[in-house]
């Protein structure tokens, strides 16, 4: 039986250019802020399951928790919903604080 793991996909993708911006913005972890060392990553690149292409993404939700992408709570008025990614690549857009 295969653990079950957090990171584990397939996922639902999106990108938001809102979501981007209010997280370049704003930072909440202030004892990493102050150590200048943490990394706030704002996108992340996956592999989509159907074209095997790399795509960045803002978001993912796992596609066993939320089988309908409808019902993700990813509410940004500028989503775009970017299919089913099953393969993390690498860290897209980030600062580090």
Same mark, same amino acid.
Request: net charge positive.
């Given at each position: 039986?295969? &653990?079950e /793991?957090?990171n584990?996909?397939?996922? !639902? *993708?999106? $990108?938001? *250019?809102?979501?981007?911006?209010?997280?370049? #913005? @704003?930072? @909440?972890i &202030?004892?990493?802020?102050? #150590?200048?060392?943490?990394?706030? =990553? !704002?996108?992340?690149? $996956?592999?989509n399951?159907?074209?095997?292409?790399?795509?960045?993404?803002?978001? /993912?939700y796992?596609?066993?928790? $939320?089988?309908? $992408?409808?019902?993700?709570?990813? @509410?940004?008025?500028? &989503? /775009?919903?970017?299919?089913? =990614?099953?393969?993390? =690549?690498?860290?897209?857009q980030?600062? @580090?604080?």
């Amino acid at each position: 039986m295969e &653990k079950e /793991v957090a990171n584990n996909g397939p996922w !639902h *993708a999106f $990108y938001s *250019a809102t979501s981007i911006k209010l997280s370049k #913005q @704003y930072c @909440y972890i &202030k004892d990493e802020e102050k #150590q200048k060392k943490y990394k706030n =990553v !704002h996108t992340n690149f $996956y592999i989509n399951k159907n074209t095997g292409k790399t795509i960045e993404i803002s978001a /993912v939700y796992r596609t066993k928790i $939320y089988p309908n $992408y409808n019902n993700c709570p990813y @509410y940004f008025k500028d &989503k /775009v919903y970017l299919g089913i =990614v099953d393969e993390w =690549v690498s860290i897209g857009q980030y600062d @580090y604080i």
